[in-house]
Every structure is written in structure tokens, then in C-alpha cells.
Nanobody, 120 residues
Framework: QVRLVESGGGLVQPGVSLRLSCAAS???????????MSWYRQPSGKERELVAN????????NYADVVKGRFTISRENAKKMVYLQMNRLKPEDTAVYYC??????????WGQGTQVTVSS
């Protein structure tokens, strides 16, 4: 059974950095390395939104305008890991952050989410 587990969330003050991790299990190296990986977030009471995604080879990334220049998505296929480095955090970044995998044949897998709260 394929599974994604996010970690690294927490309560932080504005301006600091956090690094989220997403660990994939049950994926073969091939299936993971060929998956497009994404980070989404869902603020309380709002819809889930795309934060960033990265292609299978890691050669192309895409970011929501509100995080461009502050967040960086990366992946280590050999470890079946995806990361989201979040710098200069703002209160409006507060949300549950989810990892998502889309296999090249279409299978979609979501993680359970990790809470990030930015507050002074």
C-alpha cells in the first residue's frame, strides 16, 4: 500500500523558517521517481490550494505566487523524499500542509497533512 507521511510542521513566529518533509512508502523507486510531487495547503475554513510542485526528474518546479521567492520544493528520489523549505514565514502561511503524488499513469496519493502555525 502506497503512503505519504508529512512531518516538520509546528508553531513558529513570523519571519522564521521551517522545512517540511514528505516520506513515501510502498512506492517502488521507479513509481516514485516518475511521479509528479506537490505540496498543497489548506487554511482553516478555506479550500485546499497548490503551493508548489516538482516534476519527476526535479528539473522543473512551479510555485503559487504568494510563496514565490520564499518557498523551495525539492526531492530526493533515491530516498523517496520530498521537501518544502519555507523561509520568511508569514501568519497567512498558517495551514495544514499536504503532500501529493501523481503517478505517470494517473494514480493520486495524498498524505495526512502537517499543521503549520505562524503566530507571534
Amino acid at each position: 500500500q502506497v503512503r505519504l507521511v508529512e512531518s516538520g510542521g509546528g508553531l513558529v513566529q513570523p519571519g522564521v523558517s521551517l522545512r517540511l518533509s514528505c516520506a513515501a512508502s510502498g512506492f517502488t523507486f521507479s513509481s516514485f521517481s516518475r511521479s509528479t510531487m506537490s505540496w498543497y495547503r489548506q487554511p482553516s475554513g478555506k479550500e485546499r490550494e497548490l503551493v508548489a510542485n516538482i516534476t519527476s526528474g526535479g528539473d522543473s518546479t512551479n510555485y503559487a505566487d504568494v510563496v514565490k521567492g520564499r518557498f523551495t520544493i525539492s526531492r530526493e528520489n533515491a530516498k523517496k523524499m520530498v521537501y518544502l523549505q519555507m523561509n520568511r514565514l508569514k501568519p497567512e502561511d498558517t495551514a495544514v500542509y499536504y503532500c501529493k503524488a501523481v503517478a505517470n499513469w494517473g494514480r493520486v496519493t495524498w498524505g495526512q497533512g502537517t499543521q503549520v502555525t505562524v503566530s507571534s
